[in-house]
Every structure is written in C-alpha cells, then in structure tokens.
C-alpha cells in the first residue's frame, strides 16, 4: 500500500518527455496516458517534462469577460494559451518548471480525491526541503491560481524574495477505474512568469499579488530542474519502486 493509493504498492513507470512543440498536444497528452491507464493498456506511471512557454487557462477563465484580451496578453508575453480540464485558474510555466504527471488505476478513485491533495502536497514539499527551500504546504495570500494545497517557500535570510512565493500547483482529473494528479513546479527563472500572469490576471479584472509568483531559485538561489528531479524522484522512491523506461 503507498500512501496515495490504498489499493496498490505496484511499482510506477517514468517517463521524461521532451515537450512536442505543440502545447496543446503536450497538456492533451496528459489525459491519454490517463485513458491508457484506464484500459489497462499501461501501469501506473509518472511523466515528467518541461514545457514550452505556456499560459494554460481554467475553466471558469474562458467565461470571464475580459479572457480574450487575457489570451492575447499571453501571447505578447510569448506564452501559448491553452485551455486545461483539470485545476482551477490561470497559471503559467516554461522551461524553467517541471510539469509531472502522477497516473495510476484505481477502481474507486474519486474517493481519495482529497486525501491525494493532502498527500502529494507534503510529499512535494519534502522534495524541495532537500534542496534547503523552507517549503509548506497551504495557500497564502494572494496567490495566481489559489488552492488549500499549494506549496509554498518560505524566505530566508539567502532568499531574493521578502514573501512567501507560491512554487507548485497542483490539479486532478478523475475518470472511472484511474485518476490523473498534475503538477507544476516552478524552480527557476519566475521573472516571465510573474509578469505574463499580472497581465492576464489584469485583463480578467482578478485579485493576484505579483510578488507571490516565484521561483525555489529565488528561495534558495543556485536551484535548478535537474537537482529537483533528482529529489523528487529520491522522495517517491522511499514509497515506491520507479522503473526508468528507456
């Protein structure tokens, strides 16, 4: 038993994915692998990749009065608009985050819905907490894309930020026999992010405080995608066995 499926202590699949040039095709890809899980076409797996410029929109975005000029400021900032199924509102990423893609079957698995937030939220945390970032878990005030689970870094004394900045964001999509957990970890560069994100947080007319979108390298400066991967795949295998895919 793992600690975010009861059901199963069955080893996970990696894969790391470079991005397809497509955005759109990269967030859809999500959600075949998921279908591919549900048919028992594959195990339970993670895929990791770092995208290309991108502004993935929620939902309730695309009915808010000022979304077209949202999508238009994405794109002067240089990020592709896309639309997610999954999550709540607005949130950017690029080269300098991880987007990690947890699959698995579950016969049950809108039942541990929420018992997943809470779950995949610490274990991220302790992840970036090997790479000296004072992570928590828990929303703060302010933040793009709010949610109860976030991860959050805390400043230090070697911190370029004087708040607590957002670092991850976390969504779930549920389909019967099999969930999809997605991620976004933001660890380096959050100079294109912030500002793509106040423009278009701007244009829906939307509260967001600027100063919460960051970086772990603006945390701890020196932190970089390689050395989180390399973390985050040591706190999943204290739970799990990760077979690499070659």
């Known amino acids: 038993m793992t600690l975010w499926n009861p059901e199963s202590d069955a080893a996970l699949d990696f894969?790391?994915?470079?991005?397809?040039?497509?955005?759109?095709?990269?967030?859809?890809?999500?959600?075949?692998?998921?279908?591919?899980?549900?048919?028992?076409?594959?195990?339970?797996?993670?895929?990791?990749?770092?995208?290309?410029?991108?502004?993935?929109?929620?939902?309730?975005?695309v009915r808010m009065a000022g979304y077209e000029q949202a999508v238009a400021a994405s794109t002067a900032h240089g990020f592709a608009p896309v639309v997610r199924k999954a999550g709540g509102r607005a949130a950017a990423y690029h080269r300098g985050t991880l987007i990690v893609d947890h699959i698995e079957p579950h016969s049950e698995a809108i039942l541990g819905h929420q018992r997943?937030?809470?779950?995949f939220g610490?274990?991220?945390?302790?992840?970036?907490?090997?790479?000296?970032?004072?992570?928590r878990v828990g929303a703060i005030p302010g933040e793009y894309c709010p949610g109860d689970f976030s991860v959050h870094g805390l400043p230090t004394?070697?911190?370029?930020?004087?708040?607590?900045?957002?670092?991850?964001?976390?969504?779930?999509?549920?389909?019967?026999?099999?969930?999809?957990?997605?991620?976004v970890f933001v660890i380096e560069d959050s100079a294109p992010i912030r500002a793509v994100l106040d423009a278009v947080y701007q244009a829906m007319d939307l509260e967001m405080d600027p100063s919460t979108a960051g970086a772990a390298d603006d945390m701890v400066p020196g932190v970089n995608v390689e050395d989180f991967i390399d973390a985050l795949l040591s706190e999943y295998r204290q739970h799990t066995t990760v077979n690499e895919l070659v």
């Open 15 to 61: 894969l790391f994915e470079e991005p397809s040039g497509d955005p759109v095709a990269d967030l859809g890809r999500g959600l075949d692998l998921l279908r591919q899980v549900q048919r028992g076409e594959r195990p339970g797996l993670l895929r990791f990749y770092r995208p290309d410029p991108t502004l993935a929109f929620g939902q309730r975005d």
């Open 122 to 135: 610490e274990l991220y945390a302790q992840a970036l907490r090997q790479l000296g970032v004072q992570a």
């Open 116 to 119: 997943r937030f809470e779950v």
């Open 157 to 183: 004394e070697l911190s370029r930020s004087a708040v607590p900045v957002k670092l991850v964001g976390t969504a779930q999509r549920v389909i019967a026999g099999a969930w999809l957990f997605s991620s």
